[in-house]
Nanobody, 117 residues
Framework: QVQLMESGGGLVQPGGSLRLSCVAS????????MAWYRQRAGEQRDLVAS???????NYADSVKGRVTISRDNAKNTVNLQMDTLKPEDTAVYYC???????????WGKGTQVTVSS
């Protein structure tokens, strides 16, 4: 079993920054894909950013240029640096991890990010 622990959420003013971190622990074999999703109130969960084991990244159009995803393979950690935050970034942010052997998808419990003055 794998556990994902997110941290770094909170309240920030518009234009501010936050750094989210997610640490994976447990029976980790080979990690393929790590990502951050977010879910605004009353909406579906959407991809924010993803990073492959190769380091290849992908970003939602709404966050390009403001968000950077990174991972530390040795520590089984994925980070999300968010800058120039906007009120519409307010959401619960979820860490997501795909193991490749055997293939299985895991989710964290989420961390709240609120952007408000």
């Amino acid at each position: 079993q794998v556990q994902l622990m997110e941290s770094g959420g909170g309240l920030v003013q518009p234009g501010g920054s936050l750094r989210l971190s997610c640490v994976a622990s447990g029976s980790i074999s080979s990690i393929g894909y790590m990502a951050w999703y977010r879910q605004r109130a009353g909406e579906q969960r959407d991809l924010v950013a993803s990073i492959m084991s190769s380091g290849r990244t992908n970003y939602a159009d709404s966050v390009k240029g403001r968000v950077t995803i990174s991972r530390d393979n040795a520590k089984n950690t994925v980070n999300l640096q968010m800058d120039t935050l906007k009120p519409e970034d307010t959401a619960v942010y979820y860490c997501n991890l795909l193991l490749t052997s055997p293939p299985k998808l895991y989710w964290g419990k989420g961390t709240q990010v609120t952007v408000s003055s």
